[in-house]
């Protein structure tokens, strides 16, 4: 057995009311910054998009001046001092979640909140979410069976509302 | 050297009253960055987490845009000489009776309502009135809501678009909905919104709510009246009203709630009237949500329906002052421009710059930035808490009425709160059936809606970054519709009372479902609500419902 946890933000489709609550958030507690992305695919679905902070980031494999890095914590944290904008992270995630800043053109990413993690409080999104959709949780995996399912349904397609 | 301090209170922005927590950093500290910051958080207390309205709120405290000094005509004056002026021209104005209009904004606390009281008396006038007018039609409700009892319930019917005009109630909707199998979240409304993918929806024409729930209440007394409801253009079918009235009949712990917004719902005063009846007659609750922070509380203590009497008033030059606190009266008052000139003395209250402002114009603070109390939707009067310094320069408007009755009669006054209660209600006449005709000059059918990230003031909208880079306002219509018709991206709306180019807004951000032939706006942008007219002839109301419109590229 190989059990393994880690804390993330979890979306439940069910009952995000598309209110941009988290996004605000996210925006005005990291000093007027886009870090979360928005899936809008449809009239229907309009809904946020967290870095899922993969075990294995294909960002960080991707980055050439090792501005992202994988934390002991799990967290992928993004070194804006390093990145020279050159994108390539965002080519590599296969969720589409890192985009470039307009004015430093440097990339953007959650960073979990890191700092109110410290003091034990949940990431601003999710604290400040409405609907109860966005829920900071452990998730434990057994096994590696067990990692793609939990994998699955963090990663669930937005459109399965 | 101060420490980082903690201030509990009240979220400004809507009647929900959400507590948060404003912690300020170090203001002395050396380092530079996060330390010596303003940072909020959503007090434990509240399990309903924070509107997007509510993320703003440092933003405002802090913003570049503050007023901070007496502006007279965008030149910038002392406070005790603008005070002793307003006074001077005031105590001349008042001479006559009603010559001089107060209108007071929702955000305001109960001591601050008595004192614009007290002011009105010295003006010599009982034209007193509340802002947003949309809240006038609540004022005589007695409030039956629980925020621990509603998320417990089995039935919800919601008239209105309650997740977009106060969507920390969501939480305790949806948990209502999911709890037990079987409860239901009944939605009715003119278009489909954020509740929608939640609820069994009942989207009926614009104009014809009051109409519907009055043929739902015959039908729940068992005067079933036999009316096809498909030949009235309502556009929903007559087992609709059997469907709604079987739900709340059989409910044991039901809610109704009702929530609006300016330009939404035409004739509110009769939509209340008949939902408190049919919550009276099904055994179940009843709650009205206003959009602003405290405009139970202002509005039972200023007292009557007062607002129509004032706008035709300064619209038939019968009025030569207007005082607005809280708010500027060209945000508010739809095509206040083409009238102002009919009015010798203004005089408002702001916490934003508005250098274009015609008139005496004192900066204000948030509602985090004062002390006072103010009633909760639970008919509680709760106190706001622990308050920041206002901004320097900045003073509440309790205080500026205070001087201002100091200036006209020479008395201190003291503000007090005292117990508040419903208002009595005015007559509301018979319900009719709506005139609807095909007006092929003027095709679509125009709404007001509410965002959620909007404030109920376009001046604020457009002062926050988020705002501002998301830019604004627009309008939505119809996705197959729009394509149809080929239009660009801009898209000019004509009505009877005036036009507006707007943009076509992102239709992922819009309510999700937009009948054919309506178009929609946010109303709290001045260019939408000049669309709109002031008063409707049936009750009285200043939130009129749809309008006629066309478009044109």
Known sequence: ?161 | MSSSEEYRTKCPFCSVQDDIIIKRGNPNSALFGRENLFQLYVDVKSDRGLCPRGNFVIELITSPYRLRKVMVNGKAEDLSDAIKECSTKLKKIAEKRNEVVILIGGNHTLEEAYLAKELAEKLNTELIGLFPFEDEALLSIKNDFSFNEISSSDTIFTVGDIFSHSPTLSKLIIDARNRERGNSLLYLDIIGGRISPFAESYIIKPGYTAYFISILLDYINNNKRKIELEKTRIDVPYSSIEEIAATLNKSKNGWILFSNIYGHFKNPLLIVSLLEEIASVTDNHFAVIPVAQNSLGIGRIIGGFNNEKIIKGIKNKEIKGLISFGGLPTEFIPGFDDFKKNLSFVLSSTILRKDDFTGYLFPSTLSVEKQGSIISLEEEIVTLGKSLSPVPGAISDGVLISKLIKGITGQEVKAYAGKVEPIERKSIGEVSVPISEVDEEYPFTLIGVGLPYHHGSGELTRMTNWNKERGGPYLFLNPSQYKEMGFGKKIKIVTHYSSSLLPVGNLSESPYEIPEGVVIVPTHYTECMKLFPLEVDSDRILSPGAVKARLEQ
């Open chain 1, 1 to 161: 057995m190989n059990e393994t946890t880690e804390t993330r933000i979890v979306l439940d489709i069910d009952r995000c009311i598309s209110c941009h609550a988290c996004d605000i958030a996210c925006y005005e507690s990291h000093n007027v910054k886009y870090n979360l992305t928005r899936a809008n695919f449809d009239i229907t679905v309009d809904m946020p998009l967290h870095c899922k902070h993969c075990k294995e980031a294909s960002c960080v494999a991707a980055c050439p001046v090792e501005a992202l890095m994988k934390r002991e914590d799990g967290l992928v944290y993004h070194n804006s001092f390093r990145c020279i904008g050159c994108l390539s992270c965002t080519y590599a995630c296969p969720f589409g979640v890192l985009k470039s800043e307009r004015v430093r053109h440097i990339i953007s990413k959650c960073d979990l909140c890191y700092d109110r993690l410290e003091e034990g409080r949940e990431p601003r999104c999710v604290e400040t979410c409405t609907s109860g959709a966005l829920t900071y949780i452990p998730i434990t995996a057994r096994d590696e069976g067990e990692r793609i399912r939990v994998d699955a349904r963090l990663k669930a397609k937005p459109w399965r509302r």
